[in-house]
């Protein structure tokens, strides 16, 4: 804490994405909290101290050695006033350099010392970031307790085109208030991992960070049928009517699995996302609700698990125009027919030990509705989407759910959208028998 305000140390390093620091520090001013930034020597090369000096009002730290201050350890006192350290954007080399234990300079020495939660936004050159050793690095890190907010796919400064894009500004805000917000109750969980388990390590007990929940191979002989994205419903051979949905969370879903032991039918209608390259995912591209139907009850026979992450339409035009409806005077009206409800059939054909993990959207009265749902469609559990909070819902890297399932309800922070996915996969495998 500063001034009775909540203190976000900001740490930035040498990455092309070190200019969008600047509207993160300011974010974090504009939500009333205090901001501390320290900037790595190369990441000064991209974006002066002066800079966020002047929108934080404080020194900002790039010097370990600096004795241009009031006398006190810098790093010390600036890793004990946070209550929250992020790193963003995190370059390849300083999420090697945490992973190591290596303390060369004011970003690197400090953050070994703090022990407020940790969240890391990595930025880098596609290969890069699939490169094993950076994923192996981020692996062991989010072991001992620190979180990630997972970068976006685009077109990178480099040229390229993939994932190691910054994480979008609102979503690295958000993510971080929630955590923010979520250390006022010490007895929630942070990443999964109890507040005391990481102490625990931070006190020198070395988690086996082999064994970290992701890679657990308690889906191993499962098949799960996961769908995602939305679905397009013809109006004639240039128009659909579709929704927002991009697919992000049915695919960390469908990822999340994989990397667990599963066998997964990834059931897509068309989203922007890379067909995931997994030789345990059958991928299975469909276009319409009609369509969407027919391949959940063809695979749903031989599932033992089934998530209905999809944004089915509910309706479709009753009649599909041959050929391009031509513009006329007046307006013009487009008859509905009700489509396919999947749950509601899947109710009659359920077998003994089959688990239905339903998801919902609702833009009023969210929980109420979504147990109704639970109960009416005879599902097992649904993951309530939030759509009014920021940084959640459609589109985002990350998302709110409340997970409801028959014997209790578990609240998720805002995280991404793949710690969202491992979140619910532990939830569905406590249950299934
Ligand atoms: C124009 C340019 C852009 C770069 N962008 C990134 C980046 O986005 N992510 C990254 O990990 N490294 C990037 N690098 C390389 C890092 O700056 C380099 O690895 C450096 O040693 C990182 O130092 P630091 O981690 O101490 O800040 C970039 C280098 C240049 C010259």
């Known amino acids: 804490m500063l001034d009775g305000k909540k203190n976000v140390l900001l740490a930035v390093t040498g990455s092309i994405a070190a200019y969008k620091a600047a509207d993160i520090a300011r974010g974090f001013i504009k939500k009333g909290y205090s901001v501390t930034v320290m900037l790595t020597a190369n990441g000064a090369k991209f974006i002066t101290p002066m800079t966020f000096e002047t929108l934080t009002g404080s020194k900002c730290l790039v010097d370990t050695f600096d004795r241009n201050f009031k006398y006190e350890v810098e790093h010390i006192s600036a890793a004990k006033a946070c209550d929250l350290l992020l790193v963003a954007p995190a370059s390849a080399n300083v999420i090697g350099k945490i992973a190591g234990g290596i303390a060369d300079d004011m970003v690197t020495t400090t953050i070994l010392a703090v022990t407020a939660p940790k969240l890391i936004a990595p930025a880098m050159n596609t290969a890069m970031y699939d490169n094993p050793i950076v994923q192996d690095n981020m692996k062991k890190l989010k072991a001992y307790g620190y979180q990630f907010i997972d970068p976006a796919e685009g077109l990178l400064a480099c040229g390229d085109t993939g994932r190691g894009k910054l994480a979008d500004v609102e979503d690295i805000l958000s993510v971080s208030q929630g955590i923010l917000e979520e250390t006022e109750n010490e007895t929630e969980k942070v990443s999964g991992t109890e507040l005391s388990d990481l102490n625990k390590s931070e006190a020198g007990e070395a988690p086996d960070y082999a064994a970290e929940a992701g890679d657990a191979p308690d889906y191993a002989g499962r098949t799960v049928v ?77 599932a033992d698990i089934l998530i209905m992450a999809a944004a089915v339409a509910d309706y479709t035009p009753k009649t599909v125009a041959d050929q391009k409806i031509k513009k006329a005077d007046g307006g013009m009206t487009i008859e509905l027919a009700r489509t396919t409800d999947i749950l509601g059939t899947l109710k009659d054909r359920k077998r003994e030990g089959q688990f239905i993990c339903g998801f919902s959207m609702e833009t009023e009265n969210l929980l109420g509705n979504s147990r109704k749902k639970l109960v009416k469609k005879n599902l097992d559990m649904i993951a309530a989407n939030s759509i009014v909070d920021p940084g959640a819902g459609f589109g985002h890297d990350t998302n709110k759910v409340t997970i409801i399932a028959r014997d209790g309800e578990e609240s998720l922070p805002l995280i991404s959208k793949a710690e969202t996915a491992d979140r619910i996969l532990d939830a569905i495998i406590k249950r299934v028998k």
């Open 226 to 302: 996961v769908t995602a994205g939305p679905t397009q419903e013809a109006i004639d051979p240039v128009r659909y009517i579709t929704n927002h949905s991009s697919g992000k969370m049915g695919y960390s879903l469908a990822e999340a699995a994989a990397k667990r032991g599963a066998k997964v039918v990834l059931i897509s209608g068309p989203t922007a996302l890379r067909v995931p390259e997994n030789e345990n995912i059958s991928f299975v591209p469909v276009v319409s609700a009609s369509d969407m139907a027919e391949a959940v009850f063809t695979h749903f026979e031989k």
